[in-house]
């Protein structure tokens, strides 16, 4: 799974859905909820989770065709093939992610170590968490963890 520290710096909301603009190391990534999650304002600390297969790749010119929103260059650092699977690490602006493609897209793009690609993320597949400190942890663990006398 890949996690990234983000701040939030927009929640904007309809009646549908509601799109949250983060930012991981001065890059913007935007994600969409069915609705804001009651505990998030503008400038909290949260954690960004993204799984691996969730994240496609593109080499070369096709990134401007495509719908998904979340863009993120960078230079492949290491892979690992298998016979159906290969995973590639990327090093981009908001740090090093990984992703799981088929082999033969592996082949069929060529990728090869040190090769500039795009990570194309889905808005919707991105997963928030809150960053709780001690203090929030030791709050929330005694509203869990009442003792019954």
């Excluded at 890949?2 to 859905?17: H, L, P, Q, T, Y």
């Excluded at 992703?99 to 592996?106: E, G, K, Q, R, V």
């Excluded at 929030?136 to 869990?144: A, G, N, R, T």
Aim: hydrophobic share 40%.
């Amino acid at each position: 799974m890949n996690a990234m520290v983000a701040r939030v710096e927009d929640i904007k909301s309809d009646e549908f859905f509601s799109c949250i603009t983060v930012r991981v190391n001065g890059t913007d990534l935007k994600l969409l909820k069915t609705e804001a999650p009651k505990w998030l304002h503008v400038g909290d600390e949260v954690e960004c989770r993204i799984q691996e297969a969730a994240i496609a790749i593109c080499k070369g010119a096709k990134e401007g065709s495509v719908s998904i929103e979340n863009h993120l260059k960078g230079e492949l650092q290491h892979f690992r093939k298998g016979i159906v699977l290969s995973e590639v690490s990327v090093d981009t602006p908001c740090g090093k992610l990984s992703s799981l493609i088929t082999t033969d897209a592996f082949e069929r793009m060529a990728l090869c170590e040190g090769c500039e690609v795009t990570l194309l993320l889905k808005a919707v597949d991105i997963k928030l968490l809150p960053v709780l400190g001690d203090a929030s942890y030791e709050k929330c663990k005694e509203k869990l963890y009442q003792v019954q006398n």
